[in-house]
């Protein structure tokens, strides 16, 4: 699904945010990228996601050339992936069914499609009965809850998820953590950027390990392994 080929990326600061990476993530893993703040997790999501292009290397998605995507292209691309970050970016003054029905807005689905599908995933989530709660009555786990809604409403093949775990407590990050396996089962490709490194130990799925820019480790089955006892 997506690959690397000798990717850098260099900031016009003079920054090397990640230096030469060769990377594979296939249909249906669900891989931890871990490391010390700075070591690159961010800009490979936002690589993955088009923010940001390499200073050199190419980038596949699907087999084609994402880097070679213009204007509807990248726009598709984006279509196929779900977001989700850790201060929730959600739109204040909508409530959570309007914050998960704006992501289909903008992609032109129909009025009645959108009343079908956005209680479905909010339900999915465990948000049935919070459809019509704005961001401020909702708890930082509801909050986040429905970034995931907002982010598989789209029936993404990819979601891309960056310390989603952040401003939560350990109780909430774990019933996440279980959301997201279950979306992973359904065959949704699930790549996770994370200081949280018991959930990452417990869950021993695939960890890429990154420092200084660099691939240090790609383990199926893997622990975080940074400085923890």
Same mark, same amino acid.
């Given at each position: 699904? #997506? @690959?690397?080929?000798? *990717?850098?990326?260099?900031?016009?600061?003079? /920054?090397?945010? #990640?230096?030469?990476?060769?990377?594979?993530?296939?249909?249906?893993?669900?891989?931890?990228? /871990?490391? !010390?703040?700075?070591?690159?997790?961010?800009? #490979?999501?936002?690589?993955?996601?088009? &923010?940001?292009?390499?200073?050199?290397?190419? #980038?596949?998605?699907?087999?084609?050339?994402?880097?070679?995507?213009?204007?509807?292209? *990248?726009?598709?691309?984006?279509?196929? =992936?779900?977001?989700?970050?850790?201060?929730?970016?959600?739109?204040?003054?909508?409530?959570?069914? +309007?914050?998960?029905?704006?992501?289909?807005?903008?992609?032109?689905? %129909?009025?009645?499609?959108?009343?079908?599908?956005?209680?479905?995933?909010?339900? @999915? *989530?465990?948000?049935?009965?919070?459809?019509?709660?704005? !961001?401020? @009555?909702? %708890?930082?786990? $509801?909050?986040?809850? *429905?970034?995931?809604?907002?982010? =598989?409403?789209?029936?993404? /093949?990819? =979601?891309?998820?960056? +310390? !989603?775990?952040?401003?939560?407590? !350990?109780?909430?990050?774990? $019933?996440?953590? $279980?959301?997201?396996?279950?979306?992973?089962? %359904?065959?949704?490709?699930? /790549?996770?950027?994370?200081?949280?490194?018991?959930?990452?130990? &417990?869950?021993?799925?695939?960890?890429?390990?990154? +420092?200084?820019?660099?691939?240090?480790?790609?383990?199926? @089955?893997?622990?975080?392994?940074?400085?923890?006892?």
């Amino acid at each position: 699904m #997506i @690959q690397f080929y000798n *990717v850098t990326k260099l900031y016009p600061n003079g /920054v090397k945010a #990640i230096n030469d990476i060769s990377l594979r993530i296939k249909q249906g893993d669900f891989a931890f990228l /871990v490391g !010390p703040s700075g070591a690159g997790k961010s800009t #490979i999501a936002k690589l993955v996601f088009r &923010e940001e292009k390499p200073t050199a290397g190419q #980038i596949f998605f699907n087999g084609r050339n994402a880097l070679r995507f213009r204007g509807r292209e *990248v726009v598709a691309m984006r279509r196929r =992936i779900g977001m989700i970050f850790q201060d929730f970016r959600l739109l204040p003054r909508k409530t959570a069914f +309007e914050n998960v029905a704006f992501a289909l807005e903008v992609t032109g689905v %129909s009025g009645w499609e959108i009343r079908k599908r956005v209680p479905e995933v909010l339900k @999915q *989530v465990g948000l049935e009965k919070k459809v019509d709660c704005f !961001p401020e @009555q909702l %708890s930082g786990g $509801e909050q986040q809850r *429905v970034c995931v809604a907002r982010a =598989i409403v789209k029936n993404p /093949v990819l =979601i891309l998820a960056d +310390e !989603p775990t952040g401003n939560l407590d !350990p109780e909430t990050s774990r $019933e996440l953590m $279980e959301l997201f396996v279950q979306i992973n089962q %359904s065959g949704t490709t699930i /790549v996770i950027a994370t200081h949280a490194w018991d959930i990452v130990n &417990e869950m021993k799925k695939r960890v890429i390990a990154l +420092e200084n820019g660099r691939i240090v480790r790609d383990e199926e @089955q893997g622990s975080y392994g940074y400085g923890v006892s």
